[in-house]
Each structure stands twice: as structure tokens, then as C-alpha cells.
């Protein structure tokens, strides 16, 4: 039976149960039960996993990074997916020690493992932004178009709330020739220009920008981004049109 098949009591029980077993096995050196939930079908035990590892890190910082180090070199990507959101989770309020998980995230052969690195850049760079920037930017000139893709990707969500934060970012890939990393940039422009103060700002960077085709094609998605997404945005579609077309030629 899956986890959200169960009643809510026994899910709140198992998952705090399998927080004990993991503090225990950390405590112990051990990690076979840890590891064989790492490794399970269903996302939210992975993701009791990865949350319990986060919290247990506040108290044993040395062990728990050892275990994501552990769980990292292993051969199935369920586990080492599991061990980057854990990175992520401790990320959030420290990033050095979890650097290197990051690194490594990036460069692994399975796409859920470096997707888990996308959303791990999510939640960091929302919660501790500083550090996280610093470190995505050094990779948006990354010669593998997918690292640059992902970044891009990555930093969305700090610019959801601070666009400010990640344009100066966004701005190194504007002349990126690369299809894929170019929907990418034009997509994350267009998520982070919806919410209130936010259209202003992102015009404002826009028009320094050289690459006028792709300032086209991310204007257009701001537009279309208002209307998908009316119930969120701070502007209607016209009003963002309007506002687009007086800053525009």
C-alpha cells in the first residue's frame, strides 16, 4: 500500500518511526534500513527520508553528512536522488557543507538525480539565497548545455519573490544559442514577472539587455504568463500588455 493510501494517522506513525530508525542507524553508523527506504517506489518515503536526515543534521552535522556521502556512491540513482534532496534540506540554512553533494548532482548520469539538484536549488536559493546565487552563477557558462539549462531552471524560484536577485544571472544566457537552454530562459523570465512589483522590475532589466529577439520572445511570455496564471497575478492580462507596450518600442 502506498503512503497517502493510508490514513493519516498511521502515515504520521510511520513517519515517525522511520525518523527513529534513521537517527538510530546515523547514531550507529549504520544505514540499511535507511537505505533500503532511500531506495523505495514511492516518492514521500523518499521523501520521509531526505526531511528526517534535514532535521537530524541539526544534531549530528558530521554523521549526517557522512551518510549522504555514503548514500551518494551508491549504485541505484533512487538513493542518490534521495541523498541530494537530504543535501537540500540542510542547503536551506547551510550551503558549504553540501556544496560538493551539489557539484556532484549536477554531473550524475540519471536525470533524477540531477533533477532532484534542480529542486534542491529551488529550495535553497529561496531560503538562503546568498551563497546559492553565488554558486549557480559559476555554472551558467558551463560548457554542457544541460548544467546551464538546469541552473537556469533552478534559480526560478528565488526570482518568483526577488527577481532583482536572479536577473543579473538569467542576463549571462541571452545569447545562448542552445534551443533548449533559450526556452528555458524565456519559461523562468515569464514565471518571474506575474506576482506584485515583479513586472516592473524584470522590464526595467530587460531593456538593457542585447539580445532583442529573445527580449521579444520573453515579452510575449510575460503577456502569456498573466493570462495562464490570472488568479495569481498582480496585473491582468491587458494591464501587463499595457505596461509592456509603454516601456517597449
Not at 19 to 30: D, Q
Not at 59 to 64: D, N, T
Not at 124 to 153: F, S
Amino acid at each position: 500500500m502506498a503512503y497517502y493510501d493510508l490514513p493519516k494517522a498511521e502515515r504520521t506513525a510511520m513517519a515517525q518511526r522511520m525518523e527513529e530508525e534513521i537517527a538510530g542507524e546515523v547514531a550507529a553508523g549504520r544505514a540499511a534500513l535507511l537505505l533500503r527506504y532511500a531506495a523505495d517506489e514511492d516518492t514521500y518515503v523518499r521523501k520521509n527520508v531526505y526531511l528526517a536526515l534535514g532535521r537530524l543534521y541539526a544534531r549530528e552535522p558530521a554523521k549526517v553528512l557522512k551518510t549522504i556521502a555514503e548514500m551518494f556512491v551508491s549504485a541505484e540513482p533512487k538513493v542518490r536522488q534521495t541523498a541530494v534532496n537530504a543535501a537540500g534540506e540542510i542547503g536551506r540554512k547551510d550551503f558549504g557543507p553540501v556544496r560538493d553533494v551539489m557539484d556532484a548532482g549536477l554531473k550524475d548520469a540519471h536525470h533524477i538525480v540531477r533533477n532532484a539538484v534542480i529542486g534542491s536549488v529551488k529550495k535553497m536559493g529561496e531560503k538562503n539565497p546568498v551563497p546559492v546565487l553565488a554558486w549557480a552563477q559559476t555554472y551558467l557558462t558551463h560548457p554542457d548545455k544541460e548544467i546551464r539549462r538546469e541552473i537556469c531552471h533552478g534559480i526560478e524560484l528565488r526570482g518568483r519573490t526577488h527577481p532583482q536577485d536572479v536577473l543579473p544571472l538569467l542576463q549571462a544566457l541571452e545569447m545562448d544559442t542552445t534551443a533548449r537552454v533559450r526556452n528555458t530562459l524565456v519559461h523562468v523570465i515569464g514565471q518571474i514577472a506575474y506576482k506584485k512589483g515583479c513586472l516592473e522590475t524584470v522590464t526595467a532589466h530587460l531593456k538593457g539587455w542585447k539580445n532583442k529577439q529573445l527580449v521579444k520572445e520573453a515579452l510575449d511570455e510575460i503577456v502569456s504568463v498573466h493570462e495562464r496564471y490570472a488568479q495569481f497575478a498582480a496585473k491582468t492580462q491587458a494591464e501587463a500588455l499595457e505596461y509592456i507596450t509603454k516601456h517597449f518600442d
